[in-house]
């Protein structure tokens, strides 16, 4: 494994006044640290399968080590981590994981733990003057444009319109009977675009609580006549112009070259 393509566990402490060790370590701290990095992988939606990870254990206290892989989210929370993002902008399985190394540190000097990748310039700590927290949630009335299809809209008690966004993304978008039934063209089935009000998180960029204001236009595809149409009027407007690059620089008040 190429040193430059790792992303390394690391604890430190001390067992009888020796410092930890992959040959000297008790069986309830390798097995509580192996859990807590493959829980940490995993993340709480299970991004990465343990199974699949082969690791190292390497000397400079106990060191675990996987090789790199395909894991967007759980990159994306290491480099939080390491610009020192407060907790809540993490996924909260690998903050709550924090959170225990951080007390555990807090209660014994000796306990440190680090998350390090070389490749990256990555050096993420855990000791005992860490103040690692989460912060509260602030969510804010918003205005967005939504676009994707329509696949279902209605209901008795509660209204609402579905809609699968471009990504594939699900959203549900709450809205009033009278508004759907004075709505003249049928949405349904049907790309749209959507003007929503929502609550934004300011933390993480989360939408939530969408609400219909209106369906604007929607026209995702050129049209290829008026296209063509273009093209020919462009084309005649510089019929008359042989060399478009002498043109320009005259244009400009400059000498070609």
Request: aromatic fraction near 8%.
């Amino acid at each position: 494994m190429n040193k430059t393509d790792q992303l390394r566990f690391t604890v430190n402490d001390r067992i009888d006044n020796i410092d930890v060790s992959p040959s000297h370590v008790s069986l309830a701290l390798l097995g509580e640290f192996s859990k807590d990095v493959s829980d940490f992988l995993k993340g709480s939606n299970s991004e990465v399968d343990p199974k699949k990870i082969a690791i190292s254990i390497e000397e400079g206290s106990l060191v675990l080590v996987t090789g790199l892989f395909v894991a967007s989210t759980l990159w994306a929370d290491i480099e939080r981590l390491n610009n020192g993002a407060s907790l809540s902008s993490i996924d909260s399985k690998r903050a709550e994981i924090v959170e225990t190394w951080q007390r555990k540190a807090k209660k014994d000097k000796n306990r440190r733990y680090s998350i390090i990748n070389e490749k990256d310039g990555i050096s993420f700590h855990v000791n005992s003057d860490s103040n690692f927290h989460r912060t509260e949630d602030v969510w804010v009335q918003v205005e967005k444009y939504l676009y994707g299809e329509v696949f279902d809209m209605g209901g008795q008690n509660k209204v609402n319109v579905h809609i699968r966004l471009e990504d594939g993304t699900v959203e549900k978008i709450t809205s009033t009977s009278k508004f759907l039934m004075e709505e003249k063209e049928n949405r349904l089935y049907h790309s749209v675009s959507l003007h929503v009000t929502a609550e934004e998180n300011l933390m993480t960029g989360k939408l939530r609580n969408y609400y219909l204001i209106d369906f604007l236009d929607y026209q995702p595809s050129y049209d290829d006549d008026e296209f063509n149409l273009m093209v020919e009027k462009g084309t005649k407007a510089w019929a008359d112009v042989s060399d478009a690059t002498t043109w320009l620089e005259d244009l400009r008040g400059g000498s070609h070259r």
